[in-house]
């Protein structure tokens, strides 16, 4: 089945991602040798999604745009300039006259299990309630993030009987306080402390009506859900600002004003009832069915580097230079080195000696004798020097790791940094 | 005989018997062994006394051990033999093919007893573990942590020692003749039984050790076709403890062997015969052979010490103990109550407590201490002649009588004065109505208690939905449930947004402990059940706080909050599916609530027709009609509603209407009377016409034609109303005066206003509601909580509903005025802000800061309004300000913009306008302002600038009169004129160059002055 739905990949600068953002652009750093955002294309194609529109800064151009001219794929940008400090709302009220029908937003970052088709979220949105705006999709993370930076703690508040979400994950505070009117609409909530944002809603064509109309929501994410949200008890909220949504009435409503059972008519006419009032909806995706995660932080890098090598793994009887590991073509690995559990970008030149453990070879690496890797990301182009020993670090592209230095736990070595031994 | 037949052995230190259950669906083994005490005799005699002349052995007939086919099953019980030869000297185990011997000892308390090694045993450090016992090579001793198991102080060794002392062929003995340890102890003994044996048959025989008998009796349990006990003893006059024992102990014992025995008499299956034994033929060291046979039994009650706990757990079970509060610490249903005692006001007919008692019978508790204040001789009364008073009631009631306490705290802090409880009991108030397996929760609560000692209490609670009439509208509890481990984490009550503007500003807080669980469950949809399942350190914390008074309020939030207690509080939720009903009588609105849903058989198995054995016998017929079995009368042209309930002797005239009521027994009901919602008790007369809505009639009462009984009133027993009265909504009627004691002479304006309602020949009285209802239930509460306390009364009554329009109206009504708000912050762009159900702590402030604010306003609204002194206006300012702890500055620019605002702009002099204000207010304004007098006038000139099109051109005169009326001194004046703040850009700034003038002037009269001074 087609859906009747545009899909939109917004491509930020990825600036939790430095220094491996500092020479790719977000969108084209690989996990497992593939770029980021064709899992996003792929999850989309799945669920027979076509319509899809890539959105980014104008700097990504020159690399993404290949890409996605060779898939057939709609790519808009704006200048850095002026989109420097944009949020998803303003990325979307800017191209508001290319969205015409209801539409999925997605981040380019993440990667979801092959059991999770992208449709089962909208058929989600599409039957839950009649008067959903947008769902969104949450998730619990699976992942140990060890000393990379993973995604910030979140709270969140649902209601479990009809997922509907009434405080969607915010940073978590120190203590909270609920509205005693949230408890009287929805009086058995649930709050999670584990839930995590995937970034992917469904939205409604009217939702960006709203937007449009409310030039102050910058982020989806942060403003305009949490905003939504509050419309599910706050009456007045929804009064005020239904029209701009343009929600058709309820088929049933009507059937429901003459029908003899309903004994509150007179009410109905004052009081909109929850049930009836528009509504953030959420898919709360079960870990057991598979990992998502997100490539937004460097620890989530790492993590969806592995997760993919765990589901690739190469056949253990099938003699390779490294065992446990993932490699792509026109690799040189020099004599005696040894390469485990590691995953190893195109043309990357290894000498001899060296031992990879663990480690995420971008493209175009040049790995010098005897250098030594644990547990790093190597970004393209990077050059690491002979008898290098790198424990747990992240080196930038086209960064230069002189001869025998020694790191360990140095989060971003770029180009700029310098090291002595 | 297989090694898989087992002993279950229980200890009864007392009589210094061991007795054996037995597990007798595989067949017994012989509890007797006979070989290793003999081996015991050589051993022990040689090596203890070596000087000592050897003992003759036993010359005569080799003890012979055989028993007795057991009379009440078909199969023997043992079936070892013994041979003569045998008994003279140490015999190879294997030699013998049977390895069914086993032995139980029964030591009461054994003293620290000195080890092989000779380290001296010292009691276990805990329950869990205890320090290996062994000596290592350094000589210190063993550090390894063993578990400890729970028989008793015996010497525990880790998995090496162990090993050491087994690895440990035999022993030369006394004489020093090698006893080899496989031919005495059997090898299918766990290792901890062999080294105990081990050990023992080491040790030095004591010299106090004489010889003498071993007998074994059987008890069998008539009640268990599964077990039997058994008692093995010793004697050094077997034929005198027989005597002894067949004479003085009641139970039924069976003599099934004692040692040595004559051949002749162990031939013989009469066990009369048993008495006559050889007194010649005497056991060695008996007390030896006994620890030993009770060291080997007890291998076999190590099986069972799991199961022997259990079974103590089920001598718990059965005695599992209720407290029931008899009474409920307020004074909701006065005057209903003045004569009599709250929980014996009949619930459809059943006094409430009965339902409570029953509720707890029919969930298994054994017995209830029922704590009774007011009206105990009452309670007891009504006590002895119900069926809970027959010997054949399961359910055995204590009542305990106390006349000082005045609340819940109190009667728990003398109950445990009293002592009473020793294990888990459930707390219930004595008017609740359940259908709910308290067993169940009381084994969750148990099985908590096991790993979480901190587990203190559960409170069960259950599912019904948010707007359930079970739930208080003004106070619904909300609760904060980790579903993981069930622990309430916060408890608070919130009121419906229909009752009051105020109510729906209420948040409630999760305390960031809480937080770190991954999930939390907010439910505001669950009914509290008042059943508390509670640990014995419930009663113990009670008496620590002697400032706990009730048990929700106080007691949980006290533990809740406490950081220094450490005690969780956990819930029970029965959800929907589970089924069961609780529910609880707190006021006379739930009191309706209650019957409705007994009425429509919610509560089934507890139903008017069925269950309660001393109530009034009804039908139940279509459409929940109940009618009484005997002597109904109703007219053919009555109208008998659904959801009824009619006592016997009842009777209802033509065309009278009686619609979802209850009557009681002998209840008549005149012509074309309507009743509707309402509970009229036993043996009340209405007379014609009369219309009754949503009230509580007592007994005996007697209502003359035409009378209107509106919706909420109770009228109390033997009250006449006489013809044509009108009770208006929620008047009481008492049969006394309401304080009698308290006041002489009823004052006019009650006596004018009982006439007015009662009529002049009335010997009833008014009560006043509110002040009924404050009389006791306020014991603390404070000024702030009144209001409250008021609302949450107010809706506790009967008849009293949160009427579907207001709810809609108002709640509408304030969200938009509460989202108008939100979106001015919204559309100045403070979007953070905007996350309203989600707020840090400190913006709780900001929120008590816009309290503050708008409080203040009302409050000098009022004053304005009301002539109130600047002094009296004042000091409401400075409690409010206490009150919300806002910071002064605040208060000054609220006073300020008040006053300003105030400024009638249009009056001309502008001067006089502002003096009009400032003049009247200024000792108010002084006091508010004195400070910080630079920062007034700023204020001052800020609104002006923000008012710019009305107050523009007054801001001279604000300065002038500030000035003149010595708000802001000449320096403050001086000192504003020369802020940066008070320049800036825009309106600001003309202000200030406005005011450029009068700064010249007051320069100018500062000069004279000093010119005049000088």
Redesign the interface.
Known sequence: MALQFKAIVLCGYGQKLYPLTESTPKPLLTVANKPLISYVVDWCHQSGLSDILVLSPSSFSNQLNPLLRSHGIAYETVDDDKSANWESGDWLRHFSSLITTDFILLPCDIIPPSTLPLSAIVQHHTTSHYNTLITSLCYYNSFDFGTREGPSPC?S?YDKTSLSM??PP?D?????????????EF????????LLDAHVYVLRRGVLDLLLE?P???SIR??LL??L??WSY????S??WNHALNIPEDPFSDAIKYSTMQT?A??AS??IPPQQRPRVQCYIHDPKDGVIGRANTLGGYAELNREQLRQHRPQPNVKTVAPGSLTSENVKVGEKSLIKMSIIGRNVDIGKGCKIIGSIIADNVVIKDGAKLDNCIVCTRAKIGERATLTLCDVGGDSDVISDSECCLVPDITSLTLLIS | MEKSKRFNVDYDFVDQFGRIHIDSKPLPTPPLPPRPQQQQQHIVEGRSRPDRPRQSEPPLPPPRISFPEPTFRGSPIAQHKYTPERAHRPHPRHSEGSKSATTAFAPAKPPPSPNKNGFTVSPSESPHAEQCHGITKQAKRCTRRVKAQNIETLPRFCHQHSKDILAQKGFFNARGTWIAFDDWIPRHLSSFTQIQLRLLMEKPIASTDMPGYIYVYSIRDTASATHAEYKVGRTNNINRRIDNWSKQCNRELVLRQYFPTSPVASSSRLHTTFAVADPHLKCQHVSRLERLIHLELAEYNAHSAEEAQKSDNDDDEQGLQAIVFADSFNARFKPLTATRPRCLLPLVNVPMLAWTLESLAAAGIRHVFLFTCTHADQIKDWLRHTHFASSLSTLSVTPIVSTTSVSAGDAIRELDAKQLIRTDFVLISGDVVSTIDIQRVVDQHKERRKTNKDAIMTMVTKKVGATHRLRPPAESPVFVINPANQQLHTYTTIAHPSLSRDATQKRVAVPSEALEAAELQIRNDLSDCYIDICSVDVLLLFTENFDYQDLRHDFINGILTSDLLGKTIHVHTIEDEEGGYAGRVMDSRSYDAISKDIISRWTYPMVPDESMPDADRLYHDRGHRYMGKEGVHVSDTASIGSCSVIGSHSSIDDKAAVNRSVLGQSVTIGKSTKLSHSYVWSNTAIGDRCDVRESIIADGVVIEDDVTVSSGCFVDQNVKLLKGTTLPPYTRVGSTRWNEEDEDEESEEERAERVRLLGESSTAYLWPSDKVDMQVDDVDSDDEEDEDFQLSMKYSRIGMKASSDTFSSTSSLSTISNDNSDDESVDDGQLEESVEGLTLENAGKVGAAADFAQEAVQSLERAFDEGHTAENASIELKTLRMAANVHLSQVRKVVMDFCLSKVDTSKQPSYKAVEDVFGRWSALVIEMTKEDQQQTVLIAQEYCASHADSHENIFLAVLRVLYEYEIASEEAIFGWYKLNAAREEGKMKTLWEKSRRFIEALLEADSESEEESD
């Open positions: 709270t508040i009434i405080t915010t978590s505070f120190d203590g909270m306080e609920l509205r005693s009117r949230m408890l009287w009086p058995n909530l649930t709050l999670s402390s584990k409310r102050q929501i910058a942060e403003d949490p905003w949200s509050k706050q009456s007045g909220l009064k005020k509150y007179s009410e004052t009081h």
